[in-house]
């Protein structure tokens, strides 16, 4: 989308030729947010790429991971093999594929980006906090802020940067990549955002990490010193995962919704569901109150109203035919 608001690119190379941060200015690395909508409010981008940061470097410490460092490059990250959070397949790889993301999106979206924006279900939010990453903050004042990628994030949408604030990296220890890690992931539809997205870890010395994302509206981390039983974990979840964790609307992920999830979702998250199935509305006037399956067609879910007919139906057999029931209740 063209951003005709925009009166000036600027293209900083070091951090002492970034401009004064003022009111209509917005930075610049993927984009590809920034360019899917309208940003009447913006006057002014200040491009990232030309400070040509590395996008991965492998220290001694840690694993650093650059602001601008895309999905691809991460996703393409060869694995060393004492790295026991890579079984097949590797957790980064897992979590850049959690993306409701084209390739072409992978190419050009950065993971400074995934976290700056600060959604319920980014899964670089996942990756990082459940690695114990840390993210360095450009302060506009000149100084640096160290803050974890669990703390970083604060809501929907909200996180620890003020106006003018940039996201340097974030580095992950070492050491967190050789703890065995598992990957778990759960959405309404097969290739849908993720509902609920948790990554365990285990350390040398028996101790266990939960890190909850997608289902709460910030990243929740539960620490055990050893692997607990079901009913501890469940009391542990149910004492840091309040309902004011959750996000405040259904479907998922405090309104970023999809077109066929018509059903509530906290299900998904790790605690019981407890909304209402029923969904009531009004067409053409007339009241109708049903309870929508998980990622039903909308047009399948009318038509058992009986709110549309002729054409509108028989399309819909005719989908329901090509692609076969079960894949389109799915949404496929």
């Given at each position: 989308?063209?951003?005709?608001?925009?009166?000036?690119?600027?293209h900083?190379?070091?951090?002492?030729?970034?401009p004064?941060?003022?009111?209509?200015?917005?930075?610049l690395?993927?984009?590809?947010w920034?360019?899917s909508?309208p940003?009447?409010?913006?006057?002014?981008?200040?491009d990232?790429?030309?400070?040509?940061?590395?996008a991965?470097?492998i220290?001694?410490?840690?694993?650093t991971?650059a602001?601008?460092?895309?999905?691809a490059?991460?996703?393409?990250?060869a694995?060393?093999?004492?790295?026991?959070?890579?079984?097949?397949?590797?957790l980064i790889?897992?979590?850049?594929?959690?993306?409701?993301?084209?390739?072409k999106?992978?190419?050009t979206?950065?993971?400074?980006?995934?976290?700056?924006?600060?959604?319920p279900?980014?899964?670089?939010?996942?990756?990082?906090?459940a690695?114990?990453?840390?993210?360095?903050?450009?302060?506009?004042?000149?100084?640096?802020?160290k803050?974890?990628?669990?703390?970083?994030?604060?809501?929907?949408?909200?996180?620890?940067?003020?106006?003018?604030?940039?996201l340097?990296q974030?580095d992950?220890?070492?050491?967190?990549?050789?703890?065995?890690?598992a990957?778990?992931?759960?959405?309404?539809?097969?290739?849908?955002?993720?509902?609920?997205l948790?990554i365990?870890?285990?350390?040398?010395a028996?101790?266990?990490d939960?890190t909850?994302?997608?289902?709460?509206?910030?990243?929740?981390?539960?620490?055990f010193?050893?692997?607990?039983?079901?009913s501890?974990?469940?009391?542990?979840?149910?004492q840091?995962?309040?309902?004011?964790?959750l996000?405040?609307?259904?479907?998922?992920?405090?309104?970023?919704?999809?077109?066929h999830?018509?059903?509530?979702?906290?299900?998904n998250?790790?605690?019981?569901?407890?909304?209402?199935a029923?969904?009531?509305y009004?067409?053409n006037?007339k009241?109708?109150?049903?309870?929508?399956?998980?990622?039903?067609?909308l047009?399948?879910?009318?038509a058992?109203t009986?709110?549309?007919?002729?054409?509108?139906?028989?399309?819909?057999?005719?989908?329901?035919?090509?692609h076969?029931?079960?894949?389109?209740?799915?949404?496929?």
């Open positions: 989308m063209d951003l005709n608001t925009i009166a000036e690119v600027s900083p190379q070091t951090r002492a030729q970034l004064v941060w003022a009111a209509g200015d917005a930075w690395a993927g984009g590809t920034l360019f909508e940003q009447v409010h913006l006057t002014r981008l200040i990232l790429t030309d400070f040509r940061w590395p991965l470097t220290g001694e410490t840690e694993l991971i602001a601008t460092c895309t999905v490059q991460l996703d393409a990250l694995w060393p093999p004492e790295w026991l959070a890579a079984p097949p397949p590797p790889n897992q979590c850049c594929r959690a993306f409701l993301a084209s390739f999106i992978w190419k979206a950065t993971v400074g980006g995934n976290l700056c924006m600060s959604l279900a980014g899964p670089m939010i996942a990756l990082t906090a690695l114990d990453g840390i993210c360095t903050v450009w302060k506009t004042d000149g100084n640096e802020q803050i974890g990628v669990a703390e970083f994030v604060t809501g929907n949408q909200r996180n620890a940067l003020a106006p003018g604030d940039l340097r974030i992950i220890p070492l050491e967190a990549l050789k703890r065995r890690a990957f778990r992931q759960i959405s309404l539809t097969p290739v849908g955002r993720s509902a609920a948790l365990g870890s285990i350390s040398s028996g101790a266990m939960l909850v994302t997608a289902s709460t509206t910030r990243p929740v981390r539960l620490s010193a050893e692997i607990p039983p079901a501890a974990l469940r009391e542990m979840i149910l840091r995962i309040p309902d004011a964790a996000p405040q609307r259904c479907p998922r992920q405090a309104g970023v919704a999809q077109a999830d018509a059903a509530p979702c906290r299900g998250s790790p605690r019981v569901a407890r909304c209402g029923a969904m009531s009004q067409i006037g009241e109708f109150s049903e309870s929508p399956h998980a990622g039903q067609c047009r399948t879910f009318f058992r009986r709110a549309f007919r002729g054409q509108e139906r028989l399309r819909c057999r005719r989908l329901r035919r090509l076969g029931a079960d894949r389109w209740r799915a949404g496929t």
